[in-house]
């Protein structure tokens, strides 16, 4: 029985969509997380989240920036809320988690512990160097040429802005891990980084602007983090911060991933932790 994970499926490109059906859990009671980025149009996350729902224990689904794009041609032409309250529609038909539902106790090996799928966006607060306010960071990233797709297709509606959506969000989601039963640990399943740090990687800095906030920096020692999962950055790999590991899970574009070792779309495990039984690197914190 394993807590598996993956995201970034992009399954509007043929190559992922074929990855996505030869997924297959290890077991019968295995749960599948999915951090976001199934697709862009309804119809194929719909097809992707039914294929998994129908192989996997339980799937648990926490919304990409892609979900949220309103894009021509999609039957579905919700905007903002609308959009996601669609989306978490779509998934309780199907029987798939979302972050609007009771957070699920895996009783798993290492368990219990509460998964808990997270929606928070971003609020810009990822800035570049000698930049302090939203306006300037902005500023920046255009002059630079490094724009999200999020400023013309991800509306807020009914929010006055992305950021102001976000930071409802937190409000909620924050009230919700608190009530949570103090001596159950949680696994915290969010499309974007909870800290900073892992933005550094990335080729084109400014980029960080839509990559989470600075408000979750320390929810993986606040809400007793037993694992950190999330994507977005198309950088898959393990880091530790105060001694959790933070799973970047993403499949990501085909150019993405074929140059890279190893089965492509090969599921993360996220529990029991692969390092069972051997000490966890020093801790770092961002």
Do not use: K
């Amino acid at each position: 029985m394993s807590l598996l994970a993956i995201s970034d499926l992009h399954v509007r490109y043929a190559e992922n969509r074929e990855i996505v059906e030869g997924l297959r859990p290890t077991s019968d009671d295995d749960w599948l997380l999915v951090a976001g980025d199934v697709g862009e149009r309804s119809a194929d996350i719909e097809w992707a989240l039914t294929l998994l729902r129908d192989r996997f224990s339980t799937v648990v689904w926490a919304p990409g920036n892609h979900e949220l794009w309103t894009v021509p041609g999609d039957p579905v032409q919700h905007r903002g809320a609308l959009r996601y309250e669609y989306l978490v529609g779509l998934c309780r038909s199907l029987g798939v988690l979302t972050p609007e539902d009771p957070y699920p106790v895996w009783h798993g090996p290492e368990g219990p512990v509460a998964v808990a799928p997270l929606f928070l966006l971003y609020d810009y607060t990822f800035r570049p160097e000698g930049t302090s306010t939203e306006e300037q960071a902005l500023a920046v990233a255009h002059e630079e040429g490094v724009v999200c797709t999020d400023e013309f297709l991800l509306h807020a509606d009914p929010y006055p802005s992305r950021a102001d959506w976000c930071r409802a969000r937190l409000r909620s989601t924050e009230e919700r891990l608190a009530a949570l039963p103090p001596e159950l640990p949680t696994v915290l399943v969010n499309h974007y980084p909870l800290v900073r740090e892992p933005t550094r990687l990335l080729r084109h800095p400014e980029f960080a602007l839509w990559c989470g906030t600075e408000a979750t920096a320390d929810w993986h020692r606040r809400f007793r983090a037993r694992a950190v999962v999330y994507g977005h950055l198309h950088i898959p790999r393990v880091t530790w911060y105060d001694g959790v590991p933070f799973r970047e899970v993403s499949l990501g574009y085909p150019r993405e991933w074929r140059p890279r070792r190893g089965e492509p779309g090969a599921l993360s495990v996220v529990l029991p932790g692969t390092g069972a039984g051997v000490p966890a690197p020093a801790a770092r914190r961002p």
